[in-house]
C-alpha cells in the first residue's frame, strides 16, 4: 500500500512523548494475575495484563510472560504460548487467539464512521516455531463489520517486526462509552468455519468464513511456540523507515492504566501472612464484619471480585485480637472503592474496628474490570 502524506494534525495527535500509546501494555511489563498459566484451553486473562486468551477448543497452552526478547529495542518481557497437548485436526468452530480489546471513547479520535476515518498502522514483534501464514483481524463490536490482514512469520524461532497497514472505515461509528468497541485479534489456529471463504482485507460486515483464511495452526505440535511483544498502533499510514518508534512507559505508568481494568490487591505468587488488605473495618454484629479497599486509579467500571477461599485465609485484627474469616465479596461498588464483608461466619464482637490482613500465603484478591 502506498505511504500517503501525513497531516500536521496527525503529527501533534501522535507526537512523543507527550502522547499516550493507544494499547497499553504493549510490551508485556505488566502482568498483575500470574507470570506462568499452564493448562489453559479456554478463554481467559492469565498472565500479561490486557491480552485475552480467545480460545475454543483447540489444544491445550501454557501461557507466560518471558523474558525472549527482540535484542536492542528496549523491551524485557514477551507474552508466549506453548503447545502442550497438541489438536491437528481442530473442529470446524475451534479457534486460538490473542486478543486485545479496546473502549469505544479511547478510540473517538480514529473518526471511524465518517468520511475522515483515519488510517492505522499496527506494528508488533513476533516469533514462532512455525513459519507460515499468521491473520491479524480488526474486529468492531459496535456494528459488527471487520477487517483482516494476512503475515508471514518467515524464519523458524527468530524475532521478526510486521507492519500492518489498514485503511480507515467510513463506516459504522464507535460507540462513545466505556463499552468493548473495537479489538485486534492476533489468530494462532482456527477450523474451517473461519477458513473457507476469501480472506476480507477490506471493511465489510461480517462473514466468519472470511475471517481467517490461510491461518496456519499453531496448536498442530506440542513443539510449537509463540511469541509477541512491541506491540503499537499509530494514527497514519507509516513505513518500516517511517513508523514512530515503541513508545515505552515507565513500570508504574503502565501499571496505572492496566489497573482501570484488573486490580490486584494482593498476588497469588507473592503473599504472605499479615498482607495488608482492606481498612475501615467494622464489626456489624458477631457474626458479619465490613470493610473497604479503595483502588489505586478509577476502573473502567463496578468491578468483579475474585479471592482465594480456604480455611482462615485472613483476619480482621481489631482491639488486640485476630479473627479468621475464609473468604469475602463485594456488599457495594463503584469504579473508586469497594465495601467488602465476609462471607463465611466469624466470631466477633459489634462494634469493633480495625484492618484486613491476610493469614496465609498464595493468596489472590483481584478486581477485574475488563473488557
Aim: glycine share 8%; hydrophobic share 35%.
Amino acid at each position: 500500500m502506498a505511504l500517503s502524506k501525513i497531516s500536521n494534525d496527525m503529527f501533534t495527535t501522535i507526537s512523543r512523548p507527550n502522547s499516550t500509546s493507544l494499547i497499553v501494555n504493549g510490551d508485556m511489563a505488566v502482568a498483575q494475575r500470574n507470570t506462568s498459566a499452564t493448562g489453559k484451553t479456554g478463554s481467559g486473562y492469565y498472565t500479561c495484563d490486557r491480552w485475552n486468551m480467545s480460545a475454543s477448543s483447540l489444544g491445550t497452552w501454557t501461557q507466560t510472560q518471558d523474558t525472549d526478547v527482540p535484542t536492542g529495542y528496549g523491551f524485557a518481557n514477551s507474552l508466549k504460548m506453548d503447545c502442550t497437548t497438541a489438536d491437528s485436526s481442530p473442529g470446524s468452530g475451534d479457534n486460538l487467539a490473542l486478543q486485545y480489546s479496546f473502549e469505544g471513547q479511547a478510540l473517538q479520535l480514529l473518526k471511524k464512521g465518517t468520511a475522515s476515518a483515519e488510517k492505522l498502522t499496527l506494528t508488533f514483534w513476533v516469533k514462532s516455531v512455525k513459519t507460515g501464514t499468521y491473520i491479524v483481524e480488526f474486529y468492531d463490536h459496535d456494528n459488527n463489520r471487520q477487517i483482516s490482514t494476512a503475515y508471514t512469520v518467515s524464519q523458524a524461532s527468530t524475532w521478526e517486526q510486521k507492519i500492518i497497514n489498514i485503511d480507515g472505515d467510513t463506516t459504522g461509528a464507535l460507540g462513545n462509552d466505556n463499552a468493548q468497541s473495537l479489538s485486534i485479534q492476533f489468530h494462532l489456529a482456527a477450523g474451517s468455519n473461519y477458513t473457507s471463504g476469501t480472506l476480507n482485507t477490506s471493511w465489510a460486515g461480517n462473514t466468519n468464513a472470511n475471517r481467517m483464511v490461510g491461518q496456519v495452526n499453531l496448536g498442530d505440535s506440542t513443539s510449537n511456540n509463540f511469541w509477541i511483544t512491541g506491540v503499537q498502533l499509530e494514527i497514519g499510514e507509516f513505513s518500516s523507515t517511517s513508523i514512530p518508534p515503541f513508545q515505552h512507559e515507565s513500570f508504574g505508568d503502565n501499571l496505572a492504566r492496566c489497573q482501570r481494568y484488573a486490580y490486584e490487591v494482593v498476588s497469588n505468587e507473592s503473599a504472605a501472612g499479615n498482607a495488608p488488605i482492606g481498612v475501615g473495618g467494622a464489626q456489624y454484629n458477631s457474626g458479619q464484619m465490613q470493610f473497604s479497599i479503595t483502588f489505586p486509579v478509577p476502573m473502567r467500571t463496578n468491578p468483579s471480585l475474585t479471592c482465594s477461599s480456604a480455611s482462615n485465609n485472613y483476619s480482621f485484627i481489631r482491639n488486640d485480637a485476630a479473627d479468621n474469616f475464609d473468604d469475602f465479596v463485594i456488599d457495594k461498588a463503584n469504579s473508586n472503592m469497594a465495601e467488602c464483608k465476609n462471607s463465611t461466619d466469624m466470631s466477633g464482637t459489634a462494634g469493633h474496628s480495625g484492618v484486613v490482613r491476610t493469614a496465609n500465603s498464595s493468596l489472590s484478591v483481584l478486581f477485574t474490570a475488563e473488557l
